[in-house]
Nanobody, 123 residues
Framework: QVQLVESGGGFVQPGGSLRLSCVAS????????MAWYRQAPGKERELVAV?????NANYADFVKGRFIISNSKATVNLQMSSLKSEDTAVYYC???????????????????WGKGTLVTVSS
């Protein structure tokens, strides 16, 4: 069974930096993509950044120039800089993975989610 575990959330003042990490574990044949989403109180979950298995990254406009997503095998990181109060949210790791089930490589990618890590930006 595949699991995603996030780490790195916490409290930071405006203008500060944080680094989030997410590790996927389990029987994984291939990482198709990994991403970070966030959900602020009272708002819908939104995509922050996504990176393909071969390293192509895309960002939401509201984080361009401030956040950097990177990956290595089944790990994805999000380096967040110049943080603003509006970046306060629970950040969720997402991965589209092709798992190995009963010894066989699955024919399709499956979406997986972490439990989330809270980032609070406040003075």
């Amino acid at each position: 069974q595949v699991q995603l575990v996030e780490s790195g959330g916490g409290f930071v003042q405006p203008g500060g930096s944080l680094r989030l990490s997410c590790v996927a574990s389990g029987m994984i044949a291939k990482v198709v993509s990994m991403a970070w989403y966030r959900q602020a109180p009272g708002k819908e979950r939104e995509l922050v950044a996504v990176i393909s298995g071969d390293g192509n990254a895309n960002y939401a406009d509201f984080v361009k120039g401030r956040f950097i997503i990177s990956n290595s095998k089944a790990t994805v990181n999000l380096q967040m800089s110049s943080l603003k109060s509006e970046d306060t949210a629970v950040y969720y790791c997402n991965a589209q993975l092709i798992p190995i089930v009963d010894g066989f490589v699955s024919l399709r990618a499956i979406d997986h989610w972490g439990k989330g890590t809270l980032v609070t930006v406040s003075s």
